[in-house]
């Protein structure tokens, strides 16, 4: 039992070191932006503050070709092949912005991690096909978790080091997961849905073992795929489902409702407060070793506020949480406003109140809103619309995400943090006020239920014959 676990993680390895990598990116242009445009730090770089915004921003900008790459990249090569794309983006795109001579270079550099947006979607695929039904939650919320270090590592480390050295530490990440996916087999079910049973059922014995349980799921997972051939034979083409789509209220709806979620987590802070972390920080505090401190303090909250959001969601209904929890964040954001209001108007110094206010803002955001938006808009999709919903919201975080990323900096330097944080919140109110009037009472699932998307099909006589004499080959 051990040694499987162990297999288990073995193969997961590849997966959190490529969330661990993701949290260098994310954390990079909060050390690189203050870098390249202040003449208080050493550096052959120097930029404008516009120009830092469109090298955070290029991110996004390609993180909607990432989105429409990676579901067919993943159904025609496999899940080996497209992990070790996304591994080398992320490699690429810091050994360029290491080697960087000036800001088209890095602006490239950022593009090409772009790509690995699409990453979001293979490691939760990932997670539930290669792991233990018991334990695939866990190692939902351990990526999730390992994306928060990796930003936690890439702020502290920029307070010790320069930024080139820091984008070549955060190559040692996205290597090691392409080295260690090179040497793990092929995901099980990829292996049955391109209609290699044998390979299949070698690779799940090897990773799960042949115990009653496993073979059940081996059973269930073979006659499912072989089911779902059958059906695909004689499906309409995707085009024709994507027309459908667009053209009916049942994918619409739902299509709103997911926009809406998806702005809301973006106006929580969800990409740019940890992209722009230590401009705010240092903003309010005038000082840049306190903007140390109270970051590192606002990233080890995070992991903790991730940690126990993986609770939180099982304990309470989510409809009720989520507009708590951004009732909440959005009346914390407005005390901070207020704060800072006074203090630029009336020199009315609070000293440390806005800074862990807006720790605490973060822990609320990430322990509530953020991870609830994230998996009630794993809900709202019909089954034949799924696939369709997941490209199409993916690519809609990323144009979310891009236009953020861009505005949150000049608006820093033209509205102050006051200012700024004014026009999040009140995005975020509007947007919760509509969600509770059009937001459903969602199904009782698991984050476990949510990531692994299993479909129940009806299985043919046929399917279950076949299943049958594969598993039996030995006999």
């Given at each position: 039992m051990v040694y499987f676990i162990l297999r288990e993680w073995l193969v997961m390895t590849p997966l959190i070191l490529h969330h661990l990598a993701i949290g260098f990116v994310l954390g990079f242009p909060a050390i690189l932006t203050p870098?390249?445009?202040?003449?208080?730090h050493v550096t052959d770089i120097h930029a404008t503050k516009n120009d830092a915004s469109t090298i955070t921003a290029a991110y996004g900008m390609t993180g909607c070709i990432g989105f429409l790459i990676v579901p067919p990249l993943m159904q025609i090569y496999g899940r080996k092949i497209t992990s070790i794309f996304l591994n080398t983006a992320v490699l690429c795109g810091f050994v360029i912005i290491a080697v960087s001579p000036n800001v088209i270079t890095l602006?490239?550099?950022?593009a090409v991690q772009g790509i690995s947006f699409g990453g979001l979607y293979i490691s939760s695929i990932l997670a539930s096909?290669?792991?233990?039904?018991?334990r695939r939650g866990f190692f939902v919320i351990f990526k999730i978790t390992a994306s928060c270090i990796g930003v936690l590592i890439c702020h502290s480390c920029g307070f010790l080091t320069s930024w080139r050295n820091i984008a070549w530490m955060s190559s040692i990440p996205p290597t090691l997961a392409i080295l260690a996916t090179t040497m793990?087999?092929?995901?099980?079910l990829w292996l049955a849905f391109k209609g290699r049973y044998e390979e299949s059922i070698t690779a799940f014995e090897w990773i799960r073992g042949k115990d009653k349980l496993?073979?059940?799921e081996l059973k269930e997972l073979l006659t499912a795929q072989y089911e779902l051939r059958r059906i695909r034979n004689s499906r309409e083409s995707v085009l024709s489902r994507i027309k459908k789509a667009i053209t009916s209220k049942e994918f619409l709806k739902p299509f709103l409702i997911v926009t809406e979620l998806l702005t809301l987590s973006q106006m929580c802070g969800r990409y740019y407060f940890i992209a722009y972390v230590i401009q705010i920080m240092t903003q309010l505090t005038g000082d840049e070793t306190k903007a140390f401190y109270y970051t590192v303090t606002l990233d080890l909250m995070k992991i903790f506020a991730v940690l126990l959001s993986s609770y939180i969601v099982q304990l309470f209904n989510r409809r009720l949480l989520l507009f708590f929890s951004g009732s909440l964040s959005c009346f914390l954001l407005a005390v901070v406003c207020v704060i800072q209001y006074l203090d630029w108007k009336f020199s009315i110094n609070l000293?440390?109140?806005t800074p862990a206010l807006l720790v605490v803002y973060d822990f609320v955001c990430n322990a509530g809103v953020i991870p609830l938006s994230i998996l009630l808009k794993g809900e709202m999709f019909p089954l034949q619309y799924k696939g369709i919903g997941i490209c199409a919201?993916?690519?809609?975080?990323?144009l979310i995400s891009m236009i953020t990323l861009k505005l949150t900096s000049p608006m820093l330097d033209a509205l102050k943090v006051h200012g700024t944080f004014s026009v999040y919140m009140s995005v975020a109110v509007i947007l919760l006020v509509h969600l509770y009037f059009i937001l459903p009472e969602t199904k009782d699932r698991t984050l476990q239920d949510i990531e692994n998307g299993f479909v129940a099909i009806k299985i043919s006589k046929d399917a279950q014959e076949v299943t049958n004499k594969l598993l039996n080959r030995d006999n």
């Open positions: 870098a390249i445009t202040t003449t208080s602006i490239i550099g950022r096909e290669y792991s233990h039904p018991k793990l087999p092929e995901s099980p496993a073979q059940k000293g440390w109140s919201s993916g690519v809609l975080n990323a």
